[in-house]
């Protein structure tokens, strides 16, 4: 490789760097898929994200939802604190 090539290279792995490191952490709403785990209420399922089983998720759309069911997950201000079930997918 040239010195050109390796010092474009070097640029573009610290600028795609910094920006995903800058979107993971941006204050919008993110949506992820999730699948539901568990039914405890009408408006409270554990779901699964990312490999990780997240208890009690509030849904409040007035429809019931069944085990195994791919849903949108919402996380206001990506603040996952705040997440909700946004809708079946």
């Known amino acids: 490789m040239s010195a050109k090539t390796d010092i474009q290279d070097t640029i573009w792995n610290a600028v795609n760097k910094s920006l995903s490191k800058a979107l993971k952490n941006i204050n919008c709403d993110k949506t992820v898929d999730g ?3 568990k039914v405890n209420s009408s408006t409270s399922y554990d779901v699964l994200i990312n490999g ?7 849904f409040t759309l007035g429809t019931t939802l069944n085990i195994m069911d791919t ?3 919402r996380y206001p201000c990506n603040n996952r604190k705040n997440m909700y079930i946004d809708r079946k997918k």
């Open 35 to 37: 699948k539901i785990l």
């Open 52 to 58: 990780d089983t997240i208890t009690g998720v509030p």
């Open 71 to 73: 849903v949108w997950i």
